[in-house]
C-alpha cells in the first residue's frame, strides 16, 4: 500500500508547478500540437518540452508524434476532474475568508 502513495506524491508534485496546471488547462479541450501550446502559454520549445516530460512521466498527459509535429493530450478524464475539484475548494476557501473579512468590517 505504501507505493500508491508514492505514486500519489509524484502526481501532487507534478502538479504543484503553476505552469504545468496551465498546460493542463489548455489541453481540456482536447489534443493540442506543441507549437499550439507554446502559441497558447508563452512558453519556449525547451520550457515546454520540458514542462510536458514531467507531466509525462507520472503518466498525466500522453503524446504521440506526426512527422515533425508532437501532439498532447490528457491521459485520463479523471485529471482534470482532480484539477476542477482542486480548484473549486480553494474558490470556497477564499469565498469564505472574504466573508469573514467582510463581517469583521462590519463589527467595527
Known sequence: ?????????????ALSNPKRLELINKLKGGELSAAE???????????????????????????????VTVYYRISNIKILEACTLMREVLLAEIKGKNELAASLKGDK
Open 1 to 13: 500500500m505504501e507505493r500508491i502513495y508514492e505514486l500519489q506524491a509524484g502526481i501532487c508534485k
Open 37 to 67: 501550446l507554446m502559441e497558447k502559454t508563452g512558453l519556449s520549445k525547451s520550457r515546454l518540452s520540458q514542462y510536458m516530460g514531467g507531466l509525462k512521466a507520472t503518466g498525466l498527459i500522453l503524446s504521440r508524434r506526426e512527422g
